[in-house]
């Protein structure tokens, strides 16, 4: 039996279509996300449906132990990450799952992003992990399985906080965009405090 966890909704106070548009702007590299080493979209396609299909591929930086590294080998993990949109019920499916250690270990996470039921203008967030080991490991399966999905959730609060982060930034750069500042020209200031100089000595000469 798998280990999974699946944590109750959450609300993002930004429309289905902000919200997957700030998603993205983490790849391939942001300072919020330093974990995430490299990104790159391997397939975009088009449906029959009318769906959308993203699958890209991500590099990770892994947060473990030292035996927990020495036990499997390794210092990074590649993830596969496949979204589907639908843009008609305005709801985003990705699923990811874990290209290291494939044959060991099956790694799934579920995220769904929807429409809140009572407010269209913002998101629901709903996510459900799980983690299987395919091979005995000298009997620390279970608390292996255990180790990771205490992992997985650790980084639950984390995201959401590093969220909120980037929605203010998306926030920001938008109000920026609509209202921008008015650019001086040094030169053309320069000349127009000469002229008013100019202006106020013939005033005076002629008084």
Known sequence: MPATHSFPPYTYEISVEEYIEVYYRRFPQHKLFPYILDSEVIEHRHNEDGTETIIRKTKLD???????????????????EEATIDKVNRTVTIK????????KANLLDTTIYSVHPENPNWCTFTQTGSVTLLVSVLGFQKKIEKYCLNLYTSRYNESRELDKKMIEEYRQEKLNNQNPEVVVDSNATQTA???????????????
């Open 62 to 80: 892994i947060d473990a132990p030292g035996w927990f590294k020495t036990l499997f080998g390794i210092h990074h993990s590649i993830f596969i």
């Open 193 to 207: 405090t000469t002229a008013n100089s100019s202006s106020g000595e013939q005033l005076m000469m002629a008084q």
């Open 96 to 103: 990811t799952i874990n290209e290291t250690l494939s044959s």
